[in-house]
């Protein structure tokens, strides 16, 4: 099942406890670039077919990166991308909007994300998974 965009959204204010739904949007729009990166094959479309449609294009045409980056790099790399983030901004905003994948998700999705990304992402996506 699709999230609405405006659902998704609402979604991501509430848990990054942004003061507008644009200023979600632009740590969304971040986030999902560079975890497309990360992702490849089925697990990507999948995830893709269960994100609104101008999510999903920015998960599919990701920010190109050489290797998956482990979680500390990821929240850096978020850093960089989104103006005026911190790393604890930056922590929140990946959190807030992982959060809200991983439920758009599902469990089982979710499971196959994982097993591509590096270790710690759980944390991550607010799913911890037993060591």
């Known amino acids: 099942m699709t999230l609405r965009r ?6 991501v204010r509430e848990r990054g406890e942004y003061d507008s739904l644009p200023e979600a949007e632009r740590a969304a729009r971040v986030v999902l ?3 497309g990166a990360h992702l490849v094959g089925e697990v ?5 077919a269960r994100l609104p449609e101008d999510f999903a ?3 599919l045409n990701p920010l190109q990166s050489r290797e998956p980056l482990p979680p500390e790099r990821f929240l850096r ?3 960089a991308w989104i103006e ?3 790393e604890q901004t930056a922590a929140w905003d990946v959190s807030a909007i992982l959060s ?7 469990d089982n999705l979710l499971g196959q994300i994982l097993l591509q990304l590096p270790a710690g992402y759980d944390l991550l996506f607010g799913r911890p998974q037993p060591a």
């Open 33 to 35: 670039a560079l975890l």
């Open 100 to 106: 809200t994948v991983a439920d758009a998700a599902g």
């Open 57 to 59: 294009l920015i998960l």
């Open 77 to 79: 790399a978020t850093v």
């Open 6 to 11: 405006e659902a998704f959204l609402e979604h």
């Open 84 to 86: 005026g983030a911190t």
């Open 44 to 48: 990507r479309a999948e995830l893709a």
